[in-house]
């Protein structure tokens, strides 16, 4: 059984910092694109950002470019989102989500905002 395991999220403040981890479990991907999505109270969930599966293609939502960084560690079947200057905005439930196939994985989720696999989520809170 395929397992996303998100960690990392929690209260803080604005202008702070927040790093997130999710780690995948269950089976052994290739070459599989993998993202993070957020869905804040009341609305719609939303990509945030997607990595392929050797880094070379990264992608990240308008709102958080300069903020926020997708990153990947394939031997540790990890992917990480570094958040930086967070604000009250970003607060929402973030979920990790997994891709599969080499060629169009990377484009579902990007274009499509589709994925195969989701963790179960982590709260990110950004308040006063």
């Known amino acids: 059984q395929v397992q996303l395991v998100e960690s990392g999220g929690g209260l803080v403040q604005p202008g702070g910092s927040l790093r997130l981890s999710c780690t995948t479990s269950?089976?052994?991907?290739?070459?599989?694109?993998m993202g993070w999505f957020r869905q804040a109270s009341g609305k719609e969930r939303e990509l945030v950002a997607a990595i392929s599966w050797s880094a070379d293609m990264t992608w990240h939502k308008d709102s958080v470019k300069g903020r926020f960084t997708i990153s990947r560690d394939n031997a540790k079947n990890t992917v990480y989102l570094q958040m930086n200057s967070l604000k009250p905005e970003d607060t929402a439930v973030y979920y990790c989500?997994?891709?599969?196939?080499?060629?169009?994985?990377?484009?579902?989720?990007?274009?499509?905002?589709?994925?195969?696999?989701w963790g179960q989520g982590t709260q990110v809170t950004v308040s006063s």
């Open positions: 269950g089976r052994t991907f290739s070459r599989h694109t």
């Open positions: 989500a997994v891709a599969e196939g080499y060629y169009d994985s990377y484009v579902r989720m990007t274009q499509s905002r589709t994925a195969d696999y």
